[in-house]
């Protein structure tokens, strides 16, 4: 009998501690495997149940963050500059430069390539529509996957429950293979807008293609290695994933992509390069007349009160040291 074998295998002292104290600079996760490394047959059974499900849900969610950028991007090519839909925490048109210096010694394509043409695009409200039901697929695609990912691994059987292992096993299975699909189709998705959306901000699709493509690597290796059984999940052979090459493998194609696209959300302003705003784009639906009216009464509304605020402040503090000077002049 046999169980599932561990994606990543356990932690181990001599494979393990070198790497996760490399990754612990960006992840908690890492932080908790170099610690059960340096200390051999310590980690406990709830540990391994957490790393194992963080390991599935990393790629998901950057997948969704990804997509989620895609679609402010598209729905900004829909959207004329002159009736831009921008709003507070909407997708939004802007022409900022480029947060990488001009005396970089390297610049990727997407960091320093000139901003979309100022022509801008026309209003295609059909286009918009359909843009936004496709994000809606993605992010059921997405919770189907987490929700796969997040039953197969919050328990881990003995190799003697053969039912429950197949489940998992199974379950595992299908949250990659879900996860790959969104994957492609927002790959998909920025290839075919590159192609057939002029008015699409290249940069952006450019920017999001690399961290899509880097994406794609954990998938792949998930599906090619959760074939494996072992009736022991810490024997330190192949079949259990905790030999020296499946561990190099495991960080090279599994972590390492996750960790450089986190690194490139870090580094560069997305939102100035996707040119979206704080929440990109939420709407369902476009607006109505009345709708645009009433948000932009709200906003000037806003606007009013925190330059009273902030002008009461001030007179606050000129009243204060008016006062100060007088007291000291008196004295």
């Known amino acids: 009998m046999s169980s599932p074998s561990l994606v990543g295998g356990i932690a181990l002292r001599t494979y393990d501690l070198p790497s996760s104290i490399f990754f612990a600079v960006a992840v908690v996760l890492f932080s908790l495997r170099a610690s059960a490394a340096a200390r051999p047959h310590t980690e406990a059974l709830g540990l391994s149940e957490y790393m194992q499900a963080t390991f ?28 831009s839909e921008s709003g507070e925490g909407d997708a939004e048109q802007t022409a900022q430069p480029s947060i990488v210096s001009s005396d970089s010694l390297w610049k990727p394509s997407w960091a320093s390539s000139p901003p979309p043409p100022t022509a801008g695009p026309t209003d295609d409200p059909r286009r918009r529509f359909w843009f936004r039901r496709w994000s809606g697929c993605m992010l059921a695609l997405f919770l189907a996957g987490m929700i796969m990912a997040s039953v197969a691994m919050s328990h881990l059987y003995a190799a003697d429950a053969t039912a429950a292992s197949r489940r998992d096993q199974a379950l595992r299975f299908a949250s990659a293979a879900i996860g790959l699909v969104l994957v492609l189709s927002v790959g ?36 090619a290695v959760m074939r494996r059984t072992t009736p022991d999940i810490a024997a330190v052979d192949a079949a259990a994933l905790n030999t020296l090459a499946s561990k190099a ?14 690194a490139m959300m870090a580094a560069f302003n997305v939102r100035e390069i996707c040119g979206i705003g704080f929440k990109g784009d939420e709407r369902w639906r476009d607006e109505t007349p009345e709708e645009r009216a009433k948000r932009e009464r709200k906003a000037r509304e806003r606007e009013m009160k925190r330059a009273a605020g902030k002008n009461a402040s001030f007179e606050l503090k000129e009243s204060s040291s008016n006062t100060s000077t007088e007291t000291n002049t008196l004295a």
Do not use: D
């Not at 599935?56 to 009736?83: E, K, W």
């Not at 192609?195 to 794609?216: D, G, K």
């Open 188 to 223: 998909g998705m920025l290839l075919w807008a590159r192609r057939n959306v002029p008015s699409v901000n290249q940069r952006a699709v450019r920017f999001l293609l690399t961290a899509i493509a880097l994406l794609l690597l954990p998938p792949i290796y998930r599906l």
């Open 249 to 262: 493998t495991f960080y090279v194609l599994h972590v390492l992509p996750e960790w450089i696209v986190v």
């Open 56 to 83: 599935a849900l990393g790629f998901l969610s950057l997948a969704h963050i990804i997509s989620t950028l895609v679609r402010g991007v598209l729905v900004n090519a829909t959207l004329p500059l002159s009736a």
